[in-house]
């Protein structure tokens, strides 16, 4: 009889999976990917590029990390938006276009100094015998949308040269029939 008195312990019947850890993992590894994820598209603004049919093709921008340069993109864009004012002329307002780096937009006024402190972090680390100053090695590209003023690309060269900067290069869209038949390079 002594059996039959013994309490049994039932077992619990409202287990549950704790998701709390689950979603803190979610979390860090969606925080992770978003910190890792490349953010050189941020540089490639929609732009209307100048067509070129004598461009080269530029390097790709994992050829450029395993060489170990440094470079950068300089867009000169418009300042608005032109489909909404539909106006063409004013396009041509200087005021009204400006330069981007990393997202950030600059004046004319204001581009000298971030690409100051864009060269000093990359010199070369010897004096060039010709100039007879330290140049940096940084690497620039220039996006000039079509109708960019070209003041605006000259001011930009003409700041870079007064930086130390001397690797410059002008992106530019090949044409698509030029891609099918390139012309003939002339020497």
Request: net charge negative; glycine share 6%; with cysteine.
């Amino acid at each position: 009889m002594s059996r039959r008195h013994r309490e049994y312990i039932k077992p619990s019947e409202d287990l549950s999976c704790n998701v709390i850890p689950l979603i803190d993992i979610m979390f860090l590894l969606l925080l992770f990917l978003m910190v890792g994820a490349d953010m050189g598209q941020r540089e490639m603004a929609d732009l209307v590029l100048t067509k070129a049919t004598h461009a080269t093709v530029p390097p790709k921008e994992g050829d450029l990390k395993k060489k170990g340069e440094r470079y950068r993109v300089v867009n000169v864009q418009f300042d608005g938006d032109i489909s909404k004012s539909g106006d063409i002329r004013n396009t041509r307002d200087l005021a009204r276009w400006v330069y981007v780096v990393g997202g950030l937009n600059f004046t004319p006024e204001t581009i000298k100094d971030r690409m100051m402190d864009e060269a000093r972090e990359s010199m070369e680390g010897f004096v060039d015998p010709e100039a007879g100053v330290e140049l940096s090695a940084l690497k620039v590209t220039i996006r000039a949308d079509r109708d960019a003023p070209y003041g605006m690309v000259q001011n930009l060269i003409t700041i870079l040269g007064t930086c130390g900067i001397y690797k410059v290069e002008l992106a530019a869209a090949k044409p698509e029939d030029a891609l099918d038949n390139p012309p003939p390079i002339p020497e």
